[in-house]
């Protein structure tokens, strides 16, 4: 760990911290999460504080500090940049693979280009969980076009008018919805807000 | 008027809730992909825990990964907080958390339970969690772990529904009255853990999210809000729960799951909620002449 | 009028303080120490060692101690504080052929490089109570200037394999990290690596039982013991930041290499085959029980007959583990009334429809649930 730290500060890149409070943050960032993926298309804001890299969004930077570590392989496009990359290294200590086929976790930050869903490991027939859980930086939250959902953790019908999705995402969340229960799990986040969109949710419209 | 539990003294040599970050963080991923996949099992790399194996550990790894400061949590066992392990479980949580306990439904933010849910309707917001023993739904007809995890895959659940019917076939009755199996989400069979098939509606459609973990067989599974629960049953016998013509001896309640007392050698019996908190509830809202009590009539 | 028991907290605080007085026993005796537990009770500790997966003679020996002599309660409370544990990494595999040998012995050979040396064991004792241990005796002290036992004694397996007569223990492709069943849940086909970690930490008398199994014709694997060796060894951490490995202690373990004729196949000619045992401590039991189970878990894969209880690699390895089964047998104790409820109401309906339709007064009937 200190030849991480002594390399970071010899290119000149200051390490920015983890969670403010690692114990507390990391469970109120995971009821955020929690919440997001029981009430699909709810939005949820984060609460914790932590450094945030250049490239990241504080909600992003939070889901990623609870959730990944040296168990979990990530992957995020070439363009995340270096910060990034070097913050997740040293606090998470996760391995970062090429290919999100391969990935646990894939983090799209803003202005990145989204991998298409059908080429995240879509989970095993035995065991579906083991798919990836792709993580989103999107424009908005609220004042884009209106998607209306249903299925469970939505008592009836549920509205998310996300602007910023990649192209063609709600054709693609159509047909990740027929794999079920293979499939993705999204996470939308925006600045300090999350909603989540666990494979089971139906888009109606 | 339910009682608060004075906490237990918290005892700072352990990590809050007592589980290391890196075991709350693999708890917690399994958990989300648990809501994700409704009624399927995620397998977890269970921890032994200071309760043994069969004591609830699955439960208590569960509270453990989703607890915070701000929680208030809720422990029963057989329906009642006052039973010898639901005051062991809750010990060990003042003990590693310092959370605020509470006996009241309501005011419960996690309520942790073993073979029942409380009658009081749970609210959108709360958490159940559900001690396990045995996870699979298809463990009596099929032994081999790998043997259901195909069945699941490929939703082959033709043998329990034969096994249900040869038990109309044979008895009349569907023999099974607890832990009663249901299709969640119109896909995954699911155990709901050992609650009385009394229980069972209330999984159907709940506000509340619903945990379950299984620590010694490994598995954790989730039902969301607001999400279908079918308990099995055949077109020509539909699942039914069981009544009472007795009425609990505390309170009169006529809706809720009764307890049987044996008082004597002779065999007298008496009736009583099995839910003490909904029945203390109503006792005091009796004396205080809210509700009129039906057993004294 | 039927009043409500409560008091449930106050009775088991109450069980705590005769708990303490039960183990405590008669005041008037001294109290055990834990080095006495540590010193002259080896063979309980290293069995609470190797159960409990955690390498720590005084902490086995207070387990041993707060569970009033109950090993497998003594492995729950060992297991229980490896959890509060903080994990830095992986040792190096230890080398047991630089073992500082206390016992080693092989049947396969009369004599072998470096010879059979018996060490402390029980196995030629005749096993009359010695009525001398009633009052306290000094164990003769062992003559000084023994030589020390070379350490660099080659193993008899290795011999074999100079041969080409036993399979081969090939390193998976890549070499990849073994599995790891203290943090991750066994799945099925379980690796040679899970099923032996799973192993070494099984109860030693279940797996006693199914080894014993195997030599009486369920599972047929005629073993022969290679070589067994008991000493000790220093484990070694690769560190980072240092760039080698260094010394972080030193432990004793049992080896048991136990070989079996394997026929051959169409790819291979006949050779022996292995099974592996290894345990913390002096555990030569366990590591032959352990050898023989390992052994008989292979037979699927070398194409034999694989249909006895031992060969079943589900039903072993989920039910090797005695905190796991121990849990689940006691938790029986907690109350059930619920569900005995439910059942106790359906067998009296079931028998009133049976037999007394008209007789039994029933408390209980079935309300269709609405759709």
């Known amino acids: 760990m200190e030849q991480q730290i002594l390399a970071a500060a010899a290119s000149g890149r200051t390490l920015l911290p983890g969670f403010a409070d690692p114990v507390d943050d990391a469970q109120s960032t995971f009821r955020a999460a929690l919440d997001a993926l029981a009430h699909p298309g709810r939005v949820y804001e984060i609460l914790a504080g932590s450094g945030v890299p250049a490239g990241l969004s504080p909600a992003m930077t939070a889901l990623l500090l609870t959730l990944v570590d040296v168990d979990t392989p990530l992957w995020l496009p070439e363009s995340a940049g ?22 646990r976790f894939a983090a799209v930050p803003a202005g990145c280009a989204a991998p298409a869903l059908s080429s995240c490991h879509q989970g095993d027939p035995a065991y579906p969980d083991q798919s990836t859980t792709l993580l989103i930086e999107v424009e908005s939250l609220d004042a884009g076009p209106q998607a209306v959902l249903s299925g469970p953790g939505i008592q009836a019908r549920q509205t998310l008018a996300a602007a910023g999705l990649p192209d063609g995402f709600w054709r693609e969340w159509r047909i990740n919805h027929q794999r079920f229960p293979l499939g993705v799990d999204v996470f939308l986040t925006q600045d300090r807000r999350i909603c989540g969109l666990p494979r089971s949710t139906r888009l109606e419209n | 008027m339910t009682t608060q539990h004075a906490t237990v003294e918290r005892d700072d040599h352990y990590n809050f809730a007592y589980l290391d970050e890196s075991t709350k963080r693999m708890l917690r991923r399994a958990l989300l992909k648990a809501v994700a996949i409704p009624g399927y099992q995620v397998p977890f790399g269970s921890r032994e825990m200071p309760l ?37 479980i809750r010990r060990f949580f003042g003990r590693v958390t310092g959370v605020a306990t509470t006996e009241s439904t309501p005011a419960a933010t996690i309520v942790q339970t073993r073979h029942r849910i409380p009658e009081t309707p749970l609210a959108a917001g709360q958490i159940m969690v559900f001690q396990v023993p045995i996870p699979e739904p298809l463990r009596w ?18 043998g329990m529904h034969v096994k249900l019917y040869e038990d109309i076939a044979q008895h009349g009755h569907i023999a099974t009255t607890y832990d009663y ?9 699911m155990r709901p853990s050992p609650i009385p098939k009394f229980d069972n509606p209330k999984l159907d459609g709940s506000p509340a999210l619903m945990l379950f973990g299984a620590g010694r067989e490994k598995r954790v599974y989730a039902v969301p809000p607001y999400t279908r629960v079918k308990s099995l049953d055949f077109e020509d016998h539909p699942f039914r729960v069981e009544t009472w013509t007795e009425c609990c001896d505390l309170c009169g309640s006529r809706e809720s799951y009764l307890d049987e007392i044996i008082l004597d050698d002779a065999g007298t019996r008496r009736y009583v909620c099995s839910d003490t908190e909904y029945c203390n509830d109503r006792q005091a809202q009796q004396r205080a002449g809210g509700i009129p009590d039906e057993a004294a009539a | 009028m039927y009043v409500a028991v409560k008091g449930g907290e106050r009775a088991i605080l109450n069980s705590y303080r005769m708990l303490d007085d039960y183990r405590r026993g008669d005041r008037g005796v001294p109290e055990l120490g834990l080095d006495q537990i540590r010193e002259q009770m080896p063979l309980a500790v290293s069995r609470v060692m190797a159960e409990g997966s955690l390498y720590d003679p005084q902490l086995a020996a207070l387990a041993l101690k707060q569970a009033a002599g109950d090993v497998i ?19 190096q595999p230890i080398d047991t052929g630089r073992m500082r040998l206390q016992r080693r012995i092989s049947s396969t050979f009369k004599d072998i490089p470096g010879g059979q040396i018996l060490g402390p064991t029980y196995d030629y004792t005749q096993r009359l109570l010695d009525f001398s241990l009633l009052a306290q005796r000094e164990a003769d002290a062992l003559p000084a200037g023994e030589e020390a036992l070379d350490s660099a004694m080659s193993r008899v397996t290795d011999l074999l394999a100079q041969d080409d007569l036993i399979d081969a223990e090939p390193v998976p492709e890549g070499d990849p990290e073994p599995f790891d069943l203290t943090r991750q849940p066994l799945d099925f086909p379980a690796s040679r690596a899970a099923r032996l970690q799973n192993l070494a930490r099984a109860d030693e008398g279940f ?6 199994s195997t030599q009486r014709g369920y599972g047929n694997t005629h073993p022969f013991a290679a070589e067994i060796r008991y000493g000790a060894l220093e484990v070694e951490m690769h560190i980072e930041e240092l760039g080698f490995a260094v010394t972080v202690g030193e432990i004793e373990v049992t080896e048991c290499q136990m070989v079996s004729q394997f026929a051959g196949s169409a790819e291979e000619g006949p050779k022996f085959t292995r099974g592996y045992g290894l345990t913390f ?11 023989l189970v390992d052994r008989a878990l292979k037979a699927g894969d070398l194409g034999e007959r694989a249909d006895s209880p031992a060969n ?19 938790h029986l104790k907690l109350p059930h009334y619920v569900d005995f409820q439910a059942n106790l109401e359906l067998l009296r309906r079931m028998r009133a429809e049976r037999g007394e339709p008209e007789a039994a007064q029933n408390e209980l009937m079935d309300e269709a649930v609405s759709p």
Not at chain 1, 86 to 92: E, G, I, P, S, Y
Not at chain 2, 181 to 189: K, Q, S, W
Not at chain 3, 312 to 330: C, I, K, P, R, T
């Open chain 1, 82 to 103: 270096a910060d990034a990359l070097a913050f997740l290294r040293f606090h998470c200590g996760c391995p970062i693979v090429p290919s999100p086929s391969l990935a």
């Open chain 2, 52 to 88: 043994p194996y069969g004591w609830g550990t699955g439960g208590i790894q569960v509270t453990a990964s989703i607890i915070g400061r701000g929680d208030v949590l809720k422990v029963i066992d057989q329906g009642s907080d006052d039973t010898t392990n639901a005051i062991n």
């Open chain 2, 141 to 158: 007809l099929e032994p081999s772990e790998t043997e259901t995890r195909t069945m699941h895959a490929l939703a082959e659940y033709g």
């Open chain 2, 181 to 189: 199996p249901v299709i969640v989400n119109d896909r995954y069979m």
């Open chain 3, 73 to 91: 309660e003594a492995v729950f409370l060992l297991r229980a504080y490896r959890t509060t544990l903080s994990r830095y990494g992986y040792t």
């Open chain 3, 207 to 212: 797996l006693l039982s199914m080894g014993y």
């Open chain 3, 281 to 291: 401590g002096y555990g030569e039991r366990k590591s032959m029980s352990m050898a």
């Open chain 3, 312 to 330: 079943d690699h589900e039903f072993v390895l989920y039910h090797s583990d005695n905190v796991e089964a121990s849990g689940f047998v006691q």
